[in-house]
């Protein structure tokens, strides 16, 4: 599953804080641990699993907004047909 298929699913991710997700969608609505911290992403497992919730739940619903706005299929779609019409 991508980040995209999980957000519009509104479901939690906990995953590695990578130079890649730096200022994505990613870093601003799931939980980031620094890579090889354990400790963090022990900590982070913990609370997701306790239901320490802190927001959590209307994040989830923004990011899956967010999905909906701006990452559906349909506006894919839309945007290839508007370039191909563009070419033309």
Same mark, same amino acid.
């Given at each position: ?5 999980? @957000? @519009? ?8 804080r990578?130079? @890649?997700?730096?200022?994505?969608? @990613?870093?601003?609505?799931? !939980?980031?641990?620094?890579?090889? &911290? ?11 699993? &306790? %239901?320490? &919730? &802190? %927001? ?7 990011? !899956? !907004?967010?999905?909906?706005?701006k ?8 945007? $290839?047909?508007?370039?191909? !019409?563009d $070419?033309?």
């Amino acid at each position: 599953m991508t980040f995209f298929e999980v @957000a @519009a699913c509104e479901k939690p991710v906990i995953s590695c804080r990578l130079p @890649a997700y730096i200022g994505t969608f @990613a870093e601003k609505y799931f !939980r980031m641990v620094e890579p090889g &911290n354990i400790n963090e992403l022990s900590d982070a497992i913990v609370e997701e699993l &306790n %239901g320490d &919730n &802190n %927001g959590k739940a209307e994040k989830l619903i923004k990011a !899956r !907004r967010v999905v909906e706005k701006k990452y559906d299929e349909k506006i894919y779609i839309q945007g $290839l047909h508007d370039i191909y !019409r563009d $070419l033309s």
